[in-house]
């Protein structure tokens, strides 16, 4: 097992020792010592859920608030439910810019620290796994969501693995007494397609626990004695998945299913007990779920402490007990605060300091709306001792009240809604303010009239919004998605099996096979983060750069004495800002990535009707004549064959024509002229003026005297 801890300047000490994955998989629980170890650590745990019960029960709070749901803490009850959806659109608007933050537009997520050249293969893998697993449509919206309302992120982050068993239609030829004839026939042939992916799972701070509270992060809560639990939520099939998989130890699981059996339907439930415990059996409707404990925890297993996970299915009853099934050796969760509190290792809510002032709008807006209802009706006044027919005066189109008009009047009630809506206005500024909030965010702008913004005032907006963006995503990056793309590189060397990945991939499968890193290699050979602040920051600096190239390529070498100028890293960075991940080594290639392949290799892909490029350093002789052998053996049933030989042919042509303009080029000597390049050392200048003089103003080639101007000439 490779050592590997968090200190950067410890890896260097790390030694690589084979990892022992069997005794991963042995079970711990049935050993008496670790059993009675196992249940104080749940007593601890379960005294530590009922300790952040009122954390809890306010998060419970804030999502009323923003789902908009009226609740006890109102004070004004009336006619009116309204409620003013002031903190939800905050959330929303912060999540949507947040989210926009974290993906740029250009497509490039990851950025890489290496001691050589990037490894693009490895890149493009993590791209794909990104996508895979639906983190910017899925996962972040929700995490950022959470975050807001609950005050901590919090993600666990696992390998999924899936099969289908697809069939599909080939031709086979024809066999007599194992000779294959010309004759061909149609088939069915069936494959077992595997897709493999690590994935982020968001879960709510309420089941998560982490001991002491006071742990700075996960690993430092481990490795101080403490713990981390997550409580899940499994079903009999679940449960019974989990003992098929050897997760939970089969006799436990059998006893935890028949608790779940025995448990009635019409069983009066114990309220505090079903608040408190999380380890137990609920009825939800008819559907009954058992409510685990995942507790990760340091035990001493043969001598010497390590990594376990436990699963505790109710009091007295571990379910299942092993090591850290992880090569990496760490907890899978992945947890941040939003606002870090010192001496604490949960943040508190955002939604917490504008509660209040969500409650005092809902009032407003609802005493408003209630007086609004007096107001539009008038409220007429008359003498009853000189207008006896009351009862005739009736409101209704052409009516005729028989009474003298100095004896009735008309009356208003106060519009008390105007007031009410400007309170509303108030704690809406308020409460944008606290949650950083600005105009710039909102899908649109109401403004007053006659108070529209100038180009000035929004310029200042937009600039204030990114600088606070970036800031509040820096944590989210950091903390949660740099670690997510290490546990994506460490899952992928663990689970992912080549055979089954080439086809899915593709080139990119011939890559990564080139470009295989073992977890150990992280951070000495290799260093991924998340690339998503930095290019919004970085969108003015490209010009800057693209100026700063041209002075650097001309200044001549005998000014910097014992240094040499690459180019190559800047360049590369360059057109990965401008073109993206995706786009952007296909434009700037790198020279490992057009080695040639083994030509036996690319029949095999061609063969499963996978489309192989060619590479300007392949030796296309060669292969033409191991691919045409290929054909006249296995045939072409896909075409992709036909289709890479013919590219090879066109390859050794255009090499060909390169190497006789290059013999021309040589014959003919240098040519003068910069060839449209930029004018070395030159920067980038100001707009060119208009040019056009005042009125009557005599042109240049029509002055007597004056030289006229070269042809060409600016």
């Known amino acids: ?60 709070d804030y999502w009323d608030i923003y789902h908009c749901q009226l609740g006890p803490k109102q004070f004004y009850t009336g006619n009116s439910q309204i409620f003013v959806p002031i903190v939800h659109d905050a959330v929303n608007a912060r999540v949507t810019r947040f989210n926009n933050q974290i993906f740029p537009q250009s497509g490039k997520h990851i950025e890489v620290t290496a001691s050589e050249d990037k490894p693009t293969a490895i890149m493009s893998l993590l791209e794909h796994y990104i996508r895979k697993a639906k983190l910017r449509t899925n996962v972040m919206p929700a995490l950022i969501r959470n975050g807001d309302i609950e005050g901590q992120y919090n993600i666990y982050v696992k390998w999924v693995r899936n099969e289908r068993h697809v069939a599909m239609r080939i031709n086979k030829k024809k066999t007599v007494d194992d000779m294959e004839i010309d004759d061909e026939y149609e088939d069915i042939d069936e494959q077992t397609i595997v897709h493999q992916y690590p994935m982020a799972e968001v879960i709510a701070d309420a089941d998560v626990l982490v001991l002491p509270f006071t742990s700075d992060s996960v690993e430092a809560a481990i490795d101080n004695g403490g713990s981390v639990s997550i409580i899940r939520r499994y079903s009999k099939a679940k449960i019974r998945q989990m003992i098929r998989d050897g997760e939970f130890e089969k006799e436990a699981g059998q006893n935890l299913l028949a608790t779940m059996a025995g448990k009635g339907k019409n069983q009066s439930p114990n309220k505090k007990k079903n608040i408190t415990t999380a380890a137990g059996i609920q009825t939800e409707g008819d559907q009954k779920t058992a409510l685990v404990y995942e507790t990760w925890t340091k035990l001493k297993v043969d001598g010497e402490r390590r990594i376990v996970r436990i699963y505790f299915g109710g009091e007295d009853q571990v379910s299942g007990c092993k090591l850290n099934p992880y090569w990496c050796d760490k907890v899978p969760l992945l947890s941040a605060p939003v606002e870090k509190i010192e001496g604490s290792f949960k943040g508190n809510s955002k939604i917490k300091f504008v509660e209040t002032l969500q409650y005092a709008a809902n009032d407003a807006v609802n005493e408003g709306m209630d007086s609004a209802a007096y107001a539009l009706l008038p409220i007429i006044m008359t003498d009853p001792a000189k207008n006896p027919r009351t009862g005739s005066m009736v409101l209704n189109v052409a009516a005729i009240w028989e009474t003298s008009p100095k004896d009735t009047q008309f009356a208003e009630f106060p519009q008390l809604w105007k007031e009410a ?169 790198n020279t490992i990535d057009q080695l040639g392949l083994n030509p036996e290799y690319e029949n095999q892909m061609l063969e499963q009707g996978m489309h192989v490029s060619v590479q300007p350093m392949d030796n296309d002789q060669e292969h033409i004549k191991a691919h045409m052998q290929a054909f006249q053996e296995k045939g072409d049933f896909s075409g992709q064959l036909r289709a890479h030989m013919i590219e090879h042919q066109m390859q050794m042509q255009k090499k060909q024509q390169a190497a006789m303009i290059q013999q021309q080029q040589q014959l003919q000597g240098p040519q003068q002229g910069g060839g449209g390049q930029p004018r070395q050392g030159a920067a980038p200048g100001g707009p060119r003026p208009n040019g056009q003089g005042p009125p009557g103003m005599i042109h240049q080639d029509r002055i007597p005297m004056g030289a006229p101007r070269q042809r060409g000439a600016m």
């Open 421 to 589: 809506f400007q309170i509303v206005s108030s704690a809406k500024d308020q409460i944008f303010q606290t949650l950083s909030v600005n105009p710039a965010m909102m899908p649109q702008q109401v403004t007053a009239p006659g108070k529209k913004p100038n180009q000035a005032q929004i310029a200042s907006e937009q600039q204030v919004d990114l600088l606070t963006t970036a800031d509040s995503v820096t944590t989210i990056e950091q903390e949660i998605l740099t670690p997510y793309l290490q546990w994506c590189v460490w899952l992928d060397h663990q689970f992912r099996d080549e055979k089954t990945t080439v086809p899915s991939f593709g080139e990119l499968g011939v890559k990564m096979q080139m470009e295989e890193i073992p977890p150990i290699q992280m951070g000495k050979r290799f260093e991924f983060r998340w690339y998503g602040v930095e290019a919004a920051r970085n969108m003015q600096q490209i010009q800057q750069q693209m100026a700063g190239l041209n002075v650097l390529r001309g200044i001549p070498p005998q000014l910097y004495p014992g240094r040499t100028l690459d180019l190559g890293p800047l360049m590369s960075a360059w057109v990965d800002n401008i073109y993206g991940a995706r786009l952007g080594p296909l434009i700037f290639k």
């Open 1 to 60: 097992m490779a050592d590997i801890r968090d200190d950067p300047s410890d890896e260097d000490e790390a030694i690589e020792q084979p990892v022992q994955t069997e005794s991963r998989d042995r079970e711990l629980s049935t050993i008496e010592s670790i059993n009675s170890e196992c249940l104080k650590i749940y007593r601890d745990v379960e005294q530590g859920f009922q300790n952040q019960w009122d954390r809890a029960n306010s998060q419970m």
